[in-house]
């Protein structure tokens, strides 16, 4: 029989999160996902990464964490997590567009890290409008043994183009602990 639904949960956990505060700068956007990833490394509830989408009000409006090994799904990236659940919860496909076109946002994904080829792809299609990002992808993969696939060579100028305000090193050294402290437990690295 061939399945015909796909099941993705984030953990229990992740109830705990605040969702009536307003997160005012990119610091406390990005602290958010690098805090999500401390918890889903602490708990063994998935991979060393966190993300939030926040709409244009500072609000949060969905968080994802790497779920890859508790799914048994090389999608469930915590970027992709975080997108799935902000379009569900929107009902939007392209975050920053309500279904008469008109635009909403501007729409903010913060994450612990930079992302991979599979989340760079989803995010010139899911409608974000400013990607703040703490780890660098050289962090990633000399903190760890996680390859983050290829990427334009000027992937942020790709962004750029797209209408995507790209920040960089927001938390970093933060970001980086949580690298480090996931390498130390021995993985996996998938």
């Given at each position: 029989m ?23 700068d ?9 805090d999500?990833?401390?918890?889903n ?82 995010t ?55 690298l480090?402290?996931?390498s ?6 998938y």
């Amino acid at each position: 029989m061939l399945y015909a639904q796909v099941h993705l949960t984030l953990p229990a956990w992740v109830h705990e999160v605040d969702t009536a505060r307003t997160y005012a700068d990119d610091s406390a956007k990005v602290a958010l996902a690098i805090d999500l990833s401390r918890r889903n490394v602490e708990a063994d509830s998935g991979g060393p990464f966190g993300a939030a989408v926040f709409g244009p009000d500072d609000r949060l409006i969905a968080v994802g964490v790497n779920r890859v090994l508790p799914h048994a799904c090389s999608v469930a990236h915590a970027e992709m997590m975080a997108y799935m659940l902000a379009q569900q919860r929107t009902q939007r496909v392209r975050l920053n567009e309500s279904a008469d076109g008109a635009r909403v946002g501007p729409i903010t994904l913060a994450t612990s890290a930079q992302p991979c080829c599979q989340c760079y792809g989803a995010t010139v299609w899911a409608g974000i409008d400013r990607l703040l990002i703490g780890a660098r992808s050289e962090d990633v993969e000399s903190l760890t043994e996680f390859d983050e696939g290829p990427l334009p060579a000027d992937w942020t100028g790709e962004l750029k183009r797209r209408g995507i305000q790209v920040i960089r090193d927001v938390e970093r050294e933060a970001a980086c602990e949580v690298l480090t402290m996931y390498s130390r437990r021995g993985g996996p690295f998938y």
